[in-house]
C-alpha cells in the first residue's frame, strides 16, 4: 500500500539540483499525522511546488539563452516549477473532496521536460489506497 503526501514530503526534479519541500494548504481540512494531505490537482509553482535550485534543461529558455551565452557550456539558472499537469496516478480509492490522495508513487511533469518524483511522502505510518 502507497503512503500518503502530505505537507512536508520531499520532491525531486530530474532537471533540478536540489530537492524541495512541498507544502499543500489546509484548505480541505483533511489532515493525514496532523499535517495538510495533497491532492493531485496540487501543483500550483511557488505554493504547492517550492522551486527545486537550479534548473538544468535545455527546454527552459532561460537555461538556453544562459548557455548559448556561454557559447555552449550548459549554464543552469533558478527553476521556476512549470507542472505540465496534474499528479498522476494519485491513490486508487481514497479521495479528499472528491479528489484522489497523492501517494508516494505519484509523479508530475514539468513543461520544461522534468519529472518530479516524490522523494519521501512525509507520512510515515499512514497508508492509503
Known amino acids: ?20 519541500t512541498l507544502n499543500f494548504l489546509p484548505t480541505k481540512r483533511v489532515t493525514v499525522e496532523g499535517r495538510p494531505v495533497g491532492t493531485v490537482p496540487d501543483t500550483i509553482p511557488a505554493v504547492n511546488i ?5 534548473c538544468t534543461s535545455l527546454a527552459n529558455p532561460q537555461v538556453a539563452a544562459a548557455t548559448s551565452a556561454a557559447l555552449g557550456v550548459l549554464t543552469p539558472m533558478p527553476c521556476i516549477p512549470t507542472m505540465a499537469g496534474p499528479w498522476k496516478p494519485g491513490a486508487t480509492r481514497t479521495m479528499v473532496g472528491g479528489l484522489p ?3 508516494a508513487a505519484s509523479t508530475c511533469n514539468c513543461a520544461y ?3 518530479v518524483t516524490i522523494s519521501m511522502p512525509g507520512a510515515v505510518r499512514t497508508q492509503v489506497s
Open 113 to 115: 521536460g522534468g519529472v
Open 101 to 103: 490522495v497523492l501517494d
Open 1 to 20: 500500500m502507497p503512503n500518503p503526501v502530505v505537507t512536508g514530503a520531499m520532491a525531486m526534479c530530474s532537471f533540478g539540483v536540489a530537492p524541495s
Open 50 to 54: 517550492p522551486p527545486f535550485g537550479m
